[in-house]
């Protein structure tokens, strides 16, 4: 199996950043793509981006696109989520996912983080 430990969640005010980080263990071998998620009170989880863990290709959300940068550090089987210029809409539960095959829904994911609170005030 894999296990997802997250890590960075927090307060921020608009405009701030911050960096979610995902440590990978277990079944490591197996993982295609690493995912990040959020979800905000009464709404469906939402994919936000990911990156294939050997070719470290990226891909995010319309809506994250230029703001937020998945990044990986193979040694340390960890991927980050860095957040800049985070609007207050964007205050949820971030959820680091893994996939044993490549997919922009949640349904492809595999494994699944705790879930780290990330508040943006205004």
């Known amino acids: 199996q894999v296990q997802l430990v997250e890590s960075g969640g927090g307060l921020v005010q608009t405009g701030g950043s911050l960096r979610l980080s995902c440590v990978a263990s277990?079944?490591?071998?197996?993982?295609?793509?690493m995912g990040w998620f959020r979800q905000a009170p009464g709404k469906e989880r939402e994919f936000v981006g990911r990156?294939?863990?050997?070719?470290?290709?990226?891909y995010y959300s319309d809506s994250v696109k230029g703001r937020f940068t998945i990044s990986r550090d193979n040694t340390q089987n960890t991927v980050y989520l860095q957040m800049n210029n985070l609007n207050p809409e964007e205050t949820a539960v971030y959820y680091c996912?893994?996939?044993?095959?490549?997919?922009?829904?949640?349904?492809?994911?595999?494994?699944w983080g705790q879930g780290t609170q990330v508040t943006v005030s205004s």
């Open positions: 990156i294939t863990w050997r070719g470290g290709s990226t």
């Open positions: 277990g079944r490591t071998f197996s993982i295609y793509a």
């Open positions: 996912a893994a996939a044993e095959r490549d997919g922009l829904d949640k349904g492809a994911y595999d494994y």
